[in-house]
């Protein structure tokens, strides 16, 4: 069974652009978590999604936003990008909300 | 914020058992215990969890104090590969409206 799937793994983006992250879930996992790790931070939720609406919100601002598709995969995208930015972004699924997550390998992501 | 207190790291001799201790001493009646493990630069992996009883699994042992005010991890026969930040994080059953909570974890260095 493949685990979870994120593509790409790098990107480098300049500062005010924007990005978009994708996030392919086990196969039958309909709930898709974000999550964000830098070095100062730690691992925060970003935010949780399933049947196709966001169901829980981290504590981030509004130029952080995601969505879900029917078949579950989900993308996450963020706006004007900051030099803060920079960071691991992880994508977790789980079959359903209370079950446990598997974390894909992340797309690390450079703003420069 | 985490409801977790780890040591920040352990070091354990290559073949030796790894025990991870973890403090939950304001956990609810209602909240699992999760493990979940990070190897450099990779998403996290889910090792186990538990409520009450002991568990096994075929990478690690749980084993949960009676009060359930502390719980313990451990890797029978620790390798050089289970190298890696381990987190304990407390989780409400009915978890739907509820992320996981990363806080630093402890650093286990497996030693040859």
């Known amino acids: 069974k493949a685990g979870v799937t994120q593509t790409p793994r790098y990107l480098i983006k300049t500062r005010g652009q924007q990005v978009t992250l994708s996030c392919s879930p086990i196969?039958?996992?309909?709930?898709v978590s974000w999550y964000q790790q830098t070095p100062g931070q730690g691992l925060q939720f970003l935010f949780e999604y399933f049947s196709e609406t966001q169901r829980n919100k981290g504590n981030f601002p509004g130029r952080f936003s995601g969505r879900q598709f029917s078949n579950s995969r989900s993308e996450m995208n963020v706006s004007t990008l900051e030099l803060g930015d920079s960071a691991l972004y992880l994508c977790?699924?789980?079959?359903?909300?209370?079950?446990?997550?598997?974390f894909g390998q992340g797309t690390r992501l450079t703003v420069v | 914020d985490a409801k977790t207190t780890q040591p920040t790291s352990m070091d354990c001799a290559e073949g030796r058992a790894a025990n991870l201790p973890c403090n939950h001493s304001t956990i609810s009646g209602n909240e699992y215990v999760y493990w979940y493990r990070q190897i450099h630069s990779q998403g996290p992996q889910y090792i186990i969890h538990?409520?009450?009883n002991n568990e096994t699994n075929e990478m690690a042992s749980l084993i949960i104090t009676e009060d359930r005010k502390s719980s313990t991890l451990i890797l029978p026969h620790a390798t050089l590969r289970d190298t890696a930040v381990y987190y304990c994080?407390?989780?409400?059953?009915?978890?739907?409206?509820?992320?996981?909570?990363f806080g630093k974890g402890t650093r286990l260095s497996v030693i040859a």
């Open positions: 994080i407390v989780r409400p059953l009915e978890s739907g409206n509820t992320p996981l909570v």
């Open positions: 977790a699924s789980s079959l359903r909300r209370d079950t446990e997550a598997f």
């Open positions: 538990g409520l009450k």
């Open positions: 196969s039958g996992h309909r709930s």
